[in-house]
């Protein structure tokens, strides 16, 4: 499933369901890390595979885009027909090697996106087959932009990026042309990629 000089080259892997989360929810980790990036939707998307590539070569990753449906007929695919495809697509590559870190959509889906919930799932039954649970990490904890002030909510907008780590992840997210006004959505989240152990 993965080119050998990736096995070879590369310590950490990440699993997405759509081109640019990896750029919204772990872009820092990208440009100081050395990954594997999977996105499961998309593949056959020009305009998204070629956005997903140039991040990839920006940050000097690996990419991995599958074929797996994002919108059918203007809505979105639930995965039912493809579930069981995806999971054994994502078992594969998880159990390709002894990966230092796996990183993944968490379990609310960030802001309740339902491919992303099904992939933290997906990606989560793959580590703990691989027995890699202890290596496997979830993007940080969602909060909307009308709550950043809450109290409550300070604990998970914790070491936000500033300077020139901060620019150089919105560099990223201006190769998502297609994706503007997603980044602008979440743009107020860029700065923190406050990543949780899962175990």
Same mark, same amino acid.
């Given at each position: 499933?993965?080119?050998?000089?990736?096995?070879?080259?590369?310590?950490?892997?990440?699993?997405?369901?759509?081109?640019?989360?990896?750029?919204?929810?772990?872009?820092?980790?990208?440009?100081?890390?050395?990954?594997?990036?999977?996105?499961?939707?998309?593949?056959?998307?020009?305009?998204?595979?070629?956005?997903?590539?140039?991040?990839?070569?920006?940050?000097?990753?690996?990419?991995?885009?599958?074929? &797996?449906?994002?919108?059918?007929?203007?809505?979105?695919?639930?995965?039912?027909?493809?579930?069981?495809?995806?999971?054994?697509?994502?078992?594969?590559?998880?159990?390709?090697?002894?990966?230092?870190?796996?990183?993944?959509?968490?379990?609310?889906?960030?802001?309740?996106?339902?491919?992303?919930?099904?992939?933290?799932?997906?990606?989560?039954?793959?580590?703990?087959?691989?027995?890699?649970?202890?290596?496997?990490?979830?993007?940080?904890?969602?909060?909307?932009?009308?709550?950043?002030?809450?109290?409550?909510?300070?604990?998970?907008?914790?070491?936000?990026?500033?300077?020139?780590?901060?620019?150089?992840?919105?560099?990223?997210?201006? &190769?998502?042309?297609?994706?503007?006004?997603?980044?602008?959505?979440?743009?107020?989240?860029?700065?923190?990629?406050?990543?949780?152990?899962?175990?």
């Amino acid at each position: 499933m993965l080119p050998e000089h990736a096995l070879d080259d590369y310590d950490s892997l990440m699993v997405v369901a759509h081109p640019d989360d990896e750029t919204i929810w772990g872009g820092e980790h990208l440009l100081k890390g050395k990954y594997v990036v999977v996105c499961i939707t998309n593949g056959n998307n020009r305009t998204r595979r070629k956005e997903f590539a140039a991040v990839m070569k920006q940050t000097n990753s690996i990419g991995l885009m599958l074929s &797996f449906p994002d919108k059918t007929h203007g809505k979105r695919n639930n995965w039912e027909s493809c579930r069981e495809e995806i999971q054994q697509s994502i078992d594969t590559i998880v159990a390709q090697k002894d990966w230092a870190t796996i990183a993944t959509h968490n379990s609310k889906g960030e802001y309740g996106h339902i491919h992303h919930q099904m992939t933290s799932a997906i990606t989560t039954a793959a580590a703990k087959k691989a027995d890699l649970t202890d290596h496997l990490y979830y993007f940080g904890t969602y909060v909307k932009a009308k709550n950043m002030k809450k109290q409550k909510n300070q604990q998970y907008l914790t070491n936000p990026l500033t300077g020139d780590e901060l620019e150089a992840k919105l560099c990223l997210t201006k &190769f998502y042309a297609s994706q503007h006004k997603v980044m602008e959505h979440l743009g107020h989240m860029l700065p923190y990629e406050n990543w949780i152990p899962a175990s």
